[in-house]
């Protein structure tokens, strides 16, 4: 049962555009959603958050959105650059809980 | 500081033996996960320790799976009877516990591949 849905599993973006990674999930618990970037041969690394109060958190070129009513989150990076290629994962979590429950990752290529 | 180091960072095996993964987490991480990446597939949820509770062991696949966790600290995570479907990336990841959400910091994982 997958809980976080990633249902593209890649992406291509001219440099400069804006690259959206889209995230949908089944658990109407999950009250905290997170963003992580992971890089060939290394470890994912966290990115940006938000929690289920909010439906909007920015940090610089990417912004998370969360719409609950949907269970749908999207990341939005722009303007994108070739240093964002890389595999974007969607977690959630709830409850407090350190667990997260990570979707299968969107692989994302940004073209110079 | 350091950050999450994982070893071997390769593992070649043979069909039938076992491996040990070994986990040293960041200093003063209370929390550690285990997760696995299949190729193509996501990232997999294993084990979970947070300070002295019982680990969470729900995503184990099989009883062929195990992992301790000494002193609350390093973690070595032991797949007995390897089959060619344990072939995957095993991460580890380690987090503090301040406050609810905490950012796991990941090691460079560990490739394991069962021949």
């Known amino acids: 049962d997958q809980q976080v849905k990633q249902n593209s599993p890649s992406l291509s973006v001219q440099e400069g555009r804006i690259s959206i990674l889209n995230c949908d999930y089944t658990n109407s618990m999950f009250d905290y959603f997170l963003w992580y970037k992971k890089y060939p041969a290394e470890g994912p690394t966290f990115l940006i958050s938000?929690?289920?109060?909010?439906d909007k958190n920015e940090d610089g070129r990417f912004t998370v959105f969360l719409n609950k009513s949907a269970k749908h989150l999207s990341l939005h990076i722009v303007p994108s650059q070739p240093g964002d290629s890389a595999v974007y994962f969607c977690?959630?979590?709830?409850?407090?809980?350190?667990?997260?429950?990570f979707g299968t990752g969107t692989k994302l290529q940004v073209i110079p | 500081g350091a950050g999450v180091s994982q070893s071997p960072s390769n593992k070649v095996t043979e069909k039938g033996k076992d491996v040990e993964l070994r986990c040293d987490p960041i200093?003063?991480?209370?929390?550690l996960y285990w997760y696995r990446q299949s190729l193509g597939q996501g990232l997999e949820f294993l084990i979970y320790?947070?300070?002295?509770?019982?680990?969470?062991k729900s995503g184990l696949p099989s009883d062929r799976f195990s992992a301790e966790r000494t002193g609350g600290s390093v973690s070595t995570l032991t797949i007995q009877r390897t089959q060619q479907e344990d072939s995957a990336v095993y991460l580890c990841?380690?987090?503090?516990?301040?406050?609810?959400?905490?950012?796991?910091?990941f090691g460079p994982g560990t490739r394991l591949t069962v021949l």
């Open positions: 200093s003063g991480h209370t929390a």
């Open positions: 320790f947070q300070g002295n509770s019982a680990p969470d």
């Open positions: 990841a380690s987090s503090s516990d301040r406050g609810p959400y905490n950012e796991q910091f």
């Open positions: 938000i929690s289920s109060i909010k």
């Open positions: 977690a959630a979590s709830w409850g407090g809980y350190q667990k997260v429950t």
